[in-house]
């Protein structure tokens, strides 16, 4: 029985080293001077043993294919050589070993071929992934290749992917029924490489079509047509995406004005410096945590969340009690002390930071995003944002309608007189709502980090949108900023793709203002303290 086994072992064995062995016929072409000659031969190769094939194309794209006098070989760690043919070890290493160098255009051939050889591996994402990179480089000298991927691959979402670079790669065939049916599986592709491939079929050189059959011209037409209005569907939801990621980050501004002055009627110029305090405590979360806790780095946002929120409802408690108290009912007044107060703000950022931008860093499972379409990646730190501004919202609509504090801020901002009479108290009432909306700001601070520079004047780009939302919206109304935000910021993108960034500002700035004049209350009716002064 033991003996049996030894045998059944090296017959085994045997087996799988005739299967690893490579006739060497074919490698010796893979030094050739000629680039041609080389792309010929990584393509047999490929053809003629595909498994095998893999750790000499891998040595020759990394530079460690070499030719001892006329056997190719391949050199490994400590100056170990081993056959090409039959990956043994050879043993004493030979002598006038010369590394076989490449050209870029050989070396775009053979990451090709690595990737087609990869469409047959047993994990999923690594055939995905092969497929991705072939259906960039597929020509006809892949087909068979692609065919025998075809043939053997079952998931269906790579299959698709097969079938474009198979057309793709069909798109030279001599046959014209086999272009036509390329043109038509192209047709049916999103990619705006695949319109590029196709526009050279319905142009002409001189007085000749490039493509000399008429039904292939006429598909191919059919086919551009198709994929650029997908191509323009998948451009106005991008802009659309776009659009709500920037309304839900002037929302996140402006909330907290809404507090500020659309119920408490406090005209603050400071409010943009609010969240320069809210992103600058996530920078310095992200040292702290880089400096003691390198281990939990891409969790410093978390801790930043709670920190903004403490710094900047800090420093608006501060500016309330020191300042603003005394100024209730002089706008006028209120705005310029807290227009002195933001230049103090920024000052104190510039003396604590410096006057450069500083760097706060994405943590890692915000990288990246989701492909919807080819041209339509939606980027996983936008979509964060615009989760954390429905948080927040939410958040803030709990408190004011279901907290004590919001029922107080409600009572006072309806009527001050007759709430100071029952027993409310309206001083620490205004000092609490204050703080709030500035904690709120802090927290839209936060999350502007993670898409804009971090610098002392950051708060100045926001303050004049945030009184657009609040204005728009109808003052003191939540659910108005809400739509005004969203609204500002799907309607300028929109506009943007049309007229440019500059004058969709100004369209934007002049259309809010006819707004007004024709609807002072905004979107929604006006209530507050700001409507009985």
Known sequence: ????????????????????????????????????????????????????????????????????GERVVVLGEGGRVFDAASNREL?????????????????RELAAALAALRLFSAEREVRWQAAQEVNQNADAKMLPLLERALAAERDEAI????????????????DAEVRLEAVRTLGESSDPRVRQLLLPLTQKQGDNWLEPDSAVR?????????????????????????????????????????????????????????LMVGAYSAWAMQSVFRAHLPGALDWYLLAAIPVGFLSAALVGVLMERIVI???????????????????????????????????????????GGVELLPNLLLPWNRIIIVAFSIAVLVAMWAILNLSRLGMFVRAVTQNRPMAGCVG???????????????????????????????????????????????????????????WAALGLGVFTKFLEGWTGAVVAKIVVLVLIIVFIQKRPQGLFALKGRFVES
């Open 91 to 107: 043993t004493p290493p030979p002598d006038g070993v010369e590394t076989i160098g490449i050209n870029n255009r050989v070396r």
């Open 424 to 482: 409310v108290p309206t001083g620490r009432v205004d000092t609490l709502a204050f703080g709030l909306g500035a904690g709120i700001a802090g927290l839209g601070g936060v999350a502007l980090s993670q898409i804009a520079n971090v610098g002392p004047d950051m708060g100045t780009g926001y303050i004049v949108d945030s009184f657009m939302v609040v204005v728009l919206g109808g003052v003191g109304q939540l659910a108005g900023a809400v």
């Open 1 to 68: 029985m033991h003996k049996l086994r030894s045998l059944l072992a090296v017959c085994l064995l045997g087996i799988s080293c005739a299967q690893a062995a490579i006739d060497p016929e074919l490698l010796k072409p893979l030094a050739d001077d000629d680039s041609d000659r080389r792309i010929a031969a990584i393509l047999a190769l490929v053809e003629a043993a595909p498994e095998e094939a893999q750790p000499v194309l891998k040595a020759m794209a990394g530079d460690s294919l070499a030719l001892a």
């Open 325 to 367: 108290r005394h100024l209730y009912g002089r706008p006028l007044e209120t705005l310029l002390a807290t227009w002195g107060i933001s230049l103090f703000l920024m000052q104190v950022a510039r003396t604590l930071f410096g006057a450069q931008n500083v760097e706060v860093a994405n943590p890692s499972w915000m990288a």
């Open 159 to 174: 299959r698709a992917r097969l079938q474009l670079a198979r057309a793709q790669a069909s798109l030279g065939s001599g």
């Open 218 to 274: 006429a598909a191919a037409g059919t086919s551009i047509r198709s994929i650029e209005q997908r191509l323009a569907w998948a451009d106005n939801l991008g802009r659309a995406f776009t659009g709500l990621s920037l309304g839900s980050i002037l929302l996140l501004a402006a909330l907290g004005l809404a507090i500020t002055y659309g119920v408490m009627g406090v005209i603050n110029m400071a409010h943009g410096e609010l």
